[in-house]
């Protein structure tokens, strides 16, 4: 069983900001792609933004120039910074950890999902 420990959710007014962290364990955080997903009610779940091993980084258009992904190696921790947050914004997030490994016409996916951790943005 591996487990992804989220932290950082709660209530924040429109404008403001926070801090989301995810720990998970070594040999999951330095294999595979970590990444946010959120799922708003009503909503199919959708990628926030991922990060590679080698820190590379990808996120949803509807969040760039506020969110930014980070990791930090030495805490095997992923972080999701997001800043002048909006009512939209408000869902449920979700870590993840996610390999695909392609052998030939084989391919092998290994996904981890954390508990998620609850988003408000509202006044």
């Known amino acids: 069983q591996v487990h992804l420990v989220e932290s950082g959710g709660g209530l924040v007014q429109p404008g403001g900001s926070l801090r989301l962290s995810c720990a998970a364990p070594g040999n999951i955080f330095s294999t595979y792609v970590m990444g946010w997903y959120r799922q708003a009610p009503g909503k199919q779940r959708e990628l926030v933004a991922a990060i590679t091993s080698g820190g590379d980084t990808n996120s949803a258009d509807s969040v760039k120039g506020r969110f930014t992904i980070s990791r930090d190696n030495a805490k095997s921790t992923i972080y999701l910074q997001m800043n002048s947050l909006k009512p939209e914004d408000t869902a449920v997030y979700y870590c993840?950890?996610?390999?695909?490994?392609?052998?030939?016409?084989?391919?092998?996916?290994?996904?981890?999902w954390g508990q998620g951790t609850q988003v408000t943005v509202s006044s």
């Open positions: 993840h950890a996610d390999r695909t490994v392609v052998t030939g016409k084989v391919t092998e996916r290994v996904d981890y």
